[in-house]
Structures are given as structure tokens and as C-alpha cells.
């Protein structure tokens, strides 16, 4: 590994019950890095993630870490458990508590919390319930408290699932801006168009890493093809790739040819 990595994953394999989930995996991630893992589900994107985190060991193969990196997770927001009755300033404290809930906080920290909630554009919600947030809204609450400890490096598993395409926009955005303020970030995602081409770098994940590079190199029909094992097609929009079905592409012409 060369030092300017801040996490490497060589020839990771990773094994569940009895079968594999993920062979032979390579990802480093560097400063300034923002990755995009895509794959259909049950590919090993959030198995990857897990094991860039340090919370799942490969059975095989390495990973390593620069010195004392620390690192920011933001779960899928469809794992939370949102009937715990906890506020916004609660939550994000968690990740100073060892990830356990704890009922006092300090001025400091108080202090802290707000700052983190002003930076991700939801200042002053700390009392609110987080049950009682939207969808964006609460997105921003996990990552600030992924935040909180100043990582160098932030995983975020499946951002925009389950979200409005304006919500999808801000949260795109909001990444970026932190991406371009130093913190290295690797997203999994199964937006093609609307999250991955706008990424630089991609891994195309289907149990192994299919392909990895820029979207413009990728984002073939040979790799997604063996990414996710059904025909599709890349046109190119705006110097963009853009990623069609290739069943729903023809559908779309027999229908015309039946208006007509
Ligand atoms: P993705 O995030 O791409 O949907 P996952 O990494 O969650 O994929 O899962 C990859 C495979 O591993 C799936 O077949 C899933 O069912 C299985 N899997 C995930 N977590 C566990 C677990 N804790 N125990 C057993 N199997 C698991
Ligand atoms: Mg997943």
C-alpha cells in the first residue's frame, strides 16, 4: 500500500454462512477520492463498504488503513429503526457515545452538534424528533452525526433510496461540497443516471469487481451487462453516458410503432 491511501482492499474475500458474497475485491480509497460502488441488489455493495469500515473481516485477502484514519458511516436509512424516541441531537451525540444512546451531553458538545447541523444546512432542528423529519432531512442527520468526529474518509450506503429526485439533487450536491472541502467519500448506489455518471470514479460490483474507472470508461454495455446480467444500452446526453434498459428502450419503439 502506498501511504497516501487512506484505506485499501486487496483480493478481499468475504464469506456469509457458506457462500461468498464479495471474491477477490480491490478498492483503495485516497484523500480527495469520491467512489461510487454500483451493482444490483445482493451484488456485495454494502458487504464492500463494511469491509472498507473495518466491520466485516474478509476471510481472505487484506485490508489496510493509514494511521489513526478515521472514518464516517452513514447507514441505508431503511435499516433505522425510527420508532426509537430519540431527538436530532441525540442522534448525532451518538457518535461520540460509542454509538449508544446517552442522555446528558456537554456545553462543548452541544456546541458541536449545532455546528454540524449548521454545516448540513438543518441548524436549530436539535430538539425534533427525528421520526418527525423528512427523508432528507433525516439523510442529513445521519450524516452529520457520521461527521462529528472529523473523518477523513465517509461511506454512505444507498443515499438517495427512497428519496424525491430534489431530495436526490441536494443530497448529490451536498456531497460534493464535501468532497471539494477534503473528505474522501465512497457512496453505493443503484442510480445510474441519476447519482453514478456523476461521479468521478465507479466500481461495478457483482460479487467481484466487474470493471472500475471513470463513468465515461464504465459505463459500457459489455460491463453492465455482466454487472447486472440483463441487456442495456448507453447513449450519450450532455457528454454524459446514460444508461437504458434495453427491454424498456425497445417496449418504447413497438409502442410508437403501435400509435402510429
Ligand atoms: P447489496 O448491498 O449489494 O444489496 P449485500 O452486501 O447487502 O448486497 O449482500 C450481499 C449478499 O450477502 C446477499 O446475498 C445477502 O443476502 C448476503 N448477506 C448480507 N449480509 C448478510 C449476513 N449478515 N448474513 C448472511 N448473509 C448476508
Ligand atoms: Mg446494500
Not at 44 to 49: A, F
Not at 53 to 82: D, I, K, S
Not at 203 to 216: H, S, T, W
Request: net charge neutral; with cysteine.
Amino acid at each position: 500500500m502506498t501511504d497516501r491511501h487512506l484505506v485499501e482492499v486487496s483480493d478481499a474475500t468475504v464469506v456469509y454462512d457458506r457462500d461468498p458474497v464479495l471474491v477477490h475485491a480491490d478498492l483503495a480509497v485516497s484523500p480527495g477520492d469520491f467512489v461510487g460502488i454500483v451493482g444490483p441488489s445482493g451484488s456485495g455493495k454494502t458487504t464492500l463498504l463494511r469491509v472498507v469500515l473495518g466491520a466485516v473481516r474478509p476471510a481472505a485477502g487484506t485490508v489496510t488503513r493509514a494511521r489513526r484514519v478515521r472514518v464516517g458511516y452513514v447507514p441505508q436509512v431503511e435499516t433505522v429503526n425510527w420508532s426509537f424516541p430519540i431527538t436530532v441531537g441525540e442522534c448525532v451525540l451518538m457518535a461520540r457515545a460509542g454509538g449508544r444512546w446517552a442522555p446528558w451531553s456537554t456545553p462543548s458538545e452541544r456546541s458541536e452538534v449545532a455546528d454540524v447541523l449548521d454545516r448540513l444546512g438543518i441548524a436549530g432542528l436539535e430538539h425534533r424528533h427525528i421520526r418527525a423529519l423528512s427523508g432528507g432531512q433525516q439523510q442529513r442527520v445521519f450524516i452529520a452525526r457520521a461527521l462529528l468526529n472529523r473523518p477523513q474518509l465517509l461511506l454512505m450506503d444507498e443515499p438517495t433510496s427512497g428519496v424525491d429526485v430534489r431530495t436526490r439533487h441536494d443530497i448529490l450536491h451536498l456531497l460534493s461540497d464535501l468532497n471539494a472541502d477534503g473528505l474522501a467519500v465512497v457512496v453505493t448506489t443503484h442510480d445510474l443516471n441519476g447519482i453514478a455518471a456523476h461521479l468521478p470514479h465507479l466500481v461495478c460490483l457483482n460479487r467481484e469487481v466487474i470493471a472500475q474507472g471513470p463513468p465515461e470508461e464504465v459505463l459500457t454495455a459489455d460491463v453492465l451487462e455482466r454487472t447486472y446480467g440483463a441487456p442495456m444500452d448507453v447513449l450519450e446526453h450532455g457528454g454524459m453516458p446514460v444508461v437504458v434498459d434495453r427491454m424498456s428502450a425497445s417496449n418504447v419503439i413497438r409502442l410508437r410503432r403501435r400509435a402510429q
